[in-house]
């Protein structure tokens, strides 16, 4: 992933002692209190920027088209670590010094039980209808366990239509399609940030729309705010913003479970978020795709189509996947609903470069409907098992004292490493993710998710202990070298939770000669 260069518009920051963030539910996170007087530099907070994806573009290929040549500058600027990490990938025993992938996220601990699922005899089946060009809406029978699987598992009040069901190759092609039926060349969507990197790309690409960036930021004002928390008031701020500078916002995104926080809107702030979008006649895409790696069950996670009553239903669009919750990221499936026909037709036109093949499309129908299976084999055990890496990496943090947040939905932590940068910068950033990558271990920086607030980082946890092990002890050997290299920092304080309530209590920030 990339960062994109903003405008940018803002007001000045307030923030809490963290003392008075004392009894803070410990789901908000560790050690994230923060003290005004650390700042000496207290700088405007950033309300919102307009994305100009090319607004660093360079090529001299004289054989592309000026598109082709955006493209490929896309591939190059944006898939550093990604290619990096497969020129070395770790392998137990073929490369045991490679890089460990801690920065893509994926579910790889659920091999043995999919490998089983979708070896039985009931996934091999070869008819004629499936080697035959489809309904590009995909097959019916495929749309109608999709409608009766989101119906059950979104616990929707009433049973979802296969006629408001589309399924692509995935939801990178569903973000590039919608663009490219609801915007115009040059409009753009609202989404909150930092957000999933990769959207950028997603819906610029084909449809050549833009992203505003609706900015959040870790600082908590009061008892009742949480860090990166959404408001309808940010979002009005954004698009007023956004309209000033004569961007047309035709859309807002929103990621539930949230991409990179793990965050969980509650049916009360999905309301107010859907009801924000109708005042402004905007479409609304929800990206649900980790919406059953929800591992921990008193967060209480809702789907938008368990709401009894969309604002806006012509113009509210969910998306899923099984790259996330069945990890089967390779196999690039994803799937619309929308109860506006004409944005299932135009998107199923688009399905004639973005399908599935029917053998797939077979599997998958297989695979959805076995209730029994994922209910009682597969979602227990991949909840505990994600609970169980959760639990290792959030200790090892721990022990680092380095603060993050903690949600208990999703493959990552978001990390809050802004201590160990000597200067605030996102050069700094990218010179720490370097030290990582140079160590053999692959994590995520803050700007490839539009993070405003340089030092955060993404760290996977959804893989096999030998290797987050592995990756854990290269991310300690980075950290404990790194006070070594910068001057002595000063003593700050962060709150961290006490194993036995819950409670947050206030600890000191390492100083000098510890971890950072």
Not at 335 to 355: F, I, K, P, Q
């Amino acid at each position: 992933m990339f960062s994109l260069p903003q405008k940018e518009s803002g007001v000045p920051t307030t923030c809490l002692d963290p003392a008075s963030m004392h009894g803070l539910d410990s789901n908000y996170g560790d050690g994230l209190g923060r003290d005004c007087a650390s700042k000496p530099d207290q700088k405007l907070s950033k309300l919102y920027g307009v994305g100009d994806p090319t607004a660093r573009f360079s090529s001299d290929s004289s054989h592309l088209s000026l598109r082709g040549r955006i493209v490929k500058w896309f591939w190059d600027s944006a898939e550093e670590g990604y290619r990096t990490y497969h020129m070395d990938e770790y392998d137990e025993d073929k490369n045991p010094n490679g890089i460990i992938n801690l920065g893509t996220s994926e579910n790889k601990l659920c091999f043995d039980l999919l490998s089983r699922r979708l070896s039985q005899d009931d996934m091999l089946q070869v008819e004629p209808s499936l080697l035959q060009y489809p309904d590009w809406r995909g097959h019916l029978f495929l749309r109608e366990e999709v409608a009766r699987f989101l119906s059950f598992y979104c616990k929707s009040p009433v049973p979802l239509d296969p006629e408001n069901v589309v399924v692509l190759n995935g939801c990178a092609s569903l973000f590039s399609a919608l663009a490219t039926v609801l915007c115009e060349v040059g409009e753009a969507f609202l989404i909150p940030a930092p957000y999933y990197g990769a959207i950028t790309q997603h819906v610029y690409l084909y449809g050549n729309v833009r992203l505003v960036c609706v900015y959040l930021d870790s600082e908590v004002t009061d008892l009742d705010t949480r860090p990166f928390q959404l408001t309808v008031e940010k979002l009005e701020m954004a698009l007023q913003g956004a309209n000033s500078e004569g961007v047309k916002v035709k859309g807002l995104i929103l990621i539930n479970p949230q991409n990179p926080l793990g965050d969980i809107y509650s049916p009360e702030e999905l309301q107010e978020y859907l009801e924000f979008a109708k005042r402004h006649e905007l479409h609304v895409i929800v990206d649900e795709v980790y919406m059953l790696s929800v591992f921990e069950k008193s967060l209480g996670y809702r789907s938008v189509l368990s709401l009894e009553r969309l604002p806006d239903p012509q113009r509210t669009h969910v998306m899923w996947a099984t790259s996330k919750d069945f990890g089967m990221s390779g196999l690039r499936f994803g799937t619309l609903y929308t109860e506006n026909r004409d944005v299932a037709t135009a998107v199923a036109s688009l399905c004639r470069y973005h399908g599935l093949s029917g053998l797939v499309q077979y599997q998958m129908a297989q695979l959805l409907r076995d209730h029994d299976w994922i209910s009682q084999v597969y979602l227990p055990e991949n909840h505990a098992r994600l609970k169980a890496a959760h639990t290792y990496v959030s200790g090892e943090l721990r022990a680092l004292e380095i603060p993050f947040l903690s949600r208990g939905a999703g493959f990552f932590i978001w990390v809050d490493l802004r201590k160990c940068l000597p200067k605030a910068t996102f050069e700094e950033e990218t010179l720490l993710w370097r030290r990582f990558l140079d160590n053999k271990v692959l994590l995520s920086f803050g700007k490839a998710f539009e993070c405003k607030e340089p030092g955060w980082f993404r760290l996977v946890f959804s893989d096999k202990a030998h290797r987050l092990r592995l990756g854990m002890q290269r991310v300690r050997q980075v950290l404990e070298g790194k006070h070594q290299m910068a001057e002595d920092p000063p003593s700050y304080q962060t709150q961290e939770p006490r194993a036995s309530t819950g409670e947050l209590v206030i600890v000191p920030w390492p100083c000098a000669g510890s971890h950072c």
